[in-house]
């Protein structure tokens, strides 16, 4: 059964950094071949896009709100893919998501197969 699965939300305060991983399962020896993307929603809010990643690492794309804060990154070796979020702010604050796609990356979540369960982060003084 393919899952995606996300860890490393948590709570910090302005400036500060997370690290969120997703684990990919059940792709067997396929997931070097899928695109895979982060996405975000807070409360109220519609989901974003966030970063993306082509598969085999080669182009990677970023929403404007992010740029120069967040990198994505990816470790075939161990199907994972992450997102390291440096100097948050505030407005960073929401439920992340990854997803993976047999396709082209984008920063579109309509364009993602299959999604993870989210993980939180909180950004507040």
């Known amino acids: 059964q393919v899952q995606l699965v996300e860890s490393g939300g948590g709570s910090v305060q302005p400036g500060g950094s997370l690290r969120l991983s997703c684990a990919a399962y059940g792709f067997t020896n396929t997931f070097i071949w899928y695109s895979a993307g982060w996405f975000r929603q807070a409360p109220g809010k519609e989901r974003e896009g966030v970063a993306a990643i082509t598969a085999g690492g080669g182009t990677r794309y970023y929403a404007d709100s992010v740029k120069g804060r967040f990198t994505i990154s990816q470790d075939n070796a161990k199907n994972t893919v992450y997102l390291q979020m440096d100097s948050l702010k505030p407005e960073d604050a929401a439920m992340y998501y990854c997803?993976?796609?047999?396709?082209?990356?984008?920063?579109?979540?309509?364009?993602?197969?299959?999604w993870g369960q989210g993980t939180q982060v909180t950004v507040s003084s």
């Open positions: 997803a993976a796609a047999p396709r082209r990356a984008s920063l579109s979540a309509a364009d993602y197969n299959y």
